[in-house]
């Protein structure tokens, strides 16, 4: 429901900036766009942990960006931007990982186990945020142009959970008693450790093919780790670390 109100929302401030920008279009000093693109990314470490000893596959995950851009050009040249972005972000990578402090659920039995594990490891992601990134413009011509700023984010929703098998996990610490996990394995669940916002840096750069249609792509790199420090389930830090490519579609020309 939450998820619900905040699309309305943005459909209403879409509106609202496309009115103004039909009163700016002779002062031709405001821009405003709508854009549509898809996220692909990851949520990891940097550098990869040595916990991490094999990525046997990852998996992006079809994840749409909707919203709108407003440019203020102070020049022909530069300008200073921003907007609203309903973001949503996600990706599935299994691995092999080696004495990774974690907590799992078995399947049999439903007993709770903290400790180091040994063996394979699949992670699911999903999040969606409302995003307002804040940026400077510059266009090199009438075709290019290239931004570079910040963003905040605001969480509106985040799975982070998974399995893992094929392994053992050493009860505690890396040399305490061991527990074999086969079968059907065991489950995590550390979605509530999630952090509900997200700050981190923002560049990227458009296209304009015409006077109204044009294409996109941007980097955002989140500079907040994934989880809360005080309940980081794991002993590393994950970080947002996204591109976006999309078409942008000019309200005024």
Known sequence: MKLKYNTIALFFAFFFISNISAQNIDKKTLDVSFLLGFNFGATAPIPIPAE?????????????????????????????????????????????????????????????????????????????????????????????????????????????????????????????????????????????????????LLGGGEFRLTNRLGFYGNVAWGLMPYFYSGSNPIKFKLHNIYGTIGITYRLNK
């Open 52 to 200: 991490v000893r094999e990525i046997n596959s990852y998996n992006p995950k079809i994840n749409p960006q909707i919203g709108i851009n407003v440019i203020y050009n102070l020049t022909d040249k530069w300008g200073v931007g921003t907007g609203l972005t309903l973001d949503w972000k996600g990706m599935r990578v299994t691995d092999h990982v080696k004495y990774m402090y974690t907590s799992v659920t078995l399947a049999e039995g439903g007993d709770k186990l903290t400790g180091y594990f040994v063996g394979k490891n699949k992670t699911n992601v999903d999040m969606t945020y409302l995003t307002v990134p804040v940026y400077g413009t510059y266009s090199f011509n009438e075709k290019w142009q290239v931004k570079l700023g910040i963003y905040a984010a605001k969480t509106l929703s985040s799975t982070f959970d998974g399995s893992v098998n094929d392994g053992y996990i050493r009860i505690d610490t890396p040399t305490g008693q061991k527990q074999e996990i086969t079968g059907d394995g065991a489950t995590f669940d550390f979605s509530k450790d999630t952090r509900d916002y997200d700050f981190g």
